[in-house]
């Protein structure tokens, strides 16, 4: 099953805030009154960062029309990271609703950390206090309640294959 791009409450609002202080910022220089605009700049610079670090990958994959996640009886693809979480691999996996986010606890962290390129990226996507990956799926055009049952579906395809294997 695939999931593709859609605009998200968070994405429009916090692009929304950052039209907000940019016209703060546009109308304090045409009044040459540059005093506020250092306080309105760093805040500008910092929302811009953070709306370009976290939904970057998934608005050029979303103009691509490629999706954002996939599953089936074999893997979970989180297309934003470019990793295969194989259900083989997988210990735990859970959502929460209200988050949007997909959380996978693996039985080997250290197999799919190396996917990671940098630490900012590694700290956004994997928490060590409780040793799972995090997808965020507010963008991914989906049925909260639908995609868990699909991937309980999967997961137990996924346990029957593996079981007439052994």
């Known amino acids: 099953m695939k999931y593709y791009f859609r605009l998200s409450k968070n994405l429009l609002g916090t692009f929304g805030i950052v039209l907000v202080y940019l016209s703060i910022a546009i109308i304090q220089i045409l009044r040459k009154s540059d005093h506020f605009y250092y306080y309105v700049g760093p805040i500008l610079c910092l929302m811009l960062i953070y709306l370009f670090v976290n939904n970057y ?7 691509r029309k490629k999706p954002l996640l996939e599953a089936n ?11 295969k979480y194989y259900w083989i691999d ?5 959502a929460d609703e209200d988050n949007r986010t997909l959380y996978i606890k693996v039985n080997d962290p250290a197999k799919y950390l190396k996917f990671f390129s ?3 990226i590694r700290y956004l996507y994997y928490s060590k206090r409780k040793e799972r990956f995090n ?3 507010s963008c991914v055009k989906a049925d909260m309640k639908n995609l868990i049952t ?9 346990q029957e ?3 007439s294997k052994v």
């Not at 990958?57 to 103009?63: A, D, E, P, R, W």
């Not at 009886?73 to 990793?83: C, L």
């Not at 997988?90 to 859970?94: E, K, L, P, Q």
């Open 90 to 94: 997988i210990d735990v996996i859970d």
């Open 118 to 120: 940098n630490f900012y």
């Open 57 to 63: 990958k998934s608005v050029m994959l979303g103009l």
């Open 73 to 83: 009886e074999t893997y979970v693809f989180d297309g934003v990271n470019n990793i």
């Open 161 to 163: 294959i593996d079981g």
């Open 150 to 158: 699909t991937l309980n579906n999967y997961s137990i395809q996924a």
């Open 135 to 137: 997808i965020n799926l």
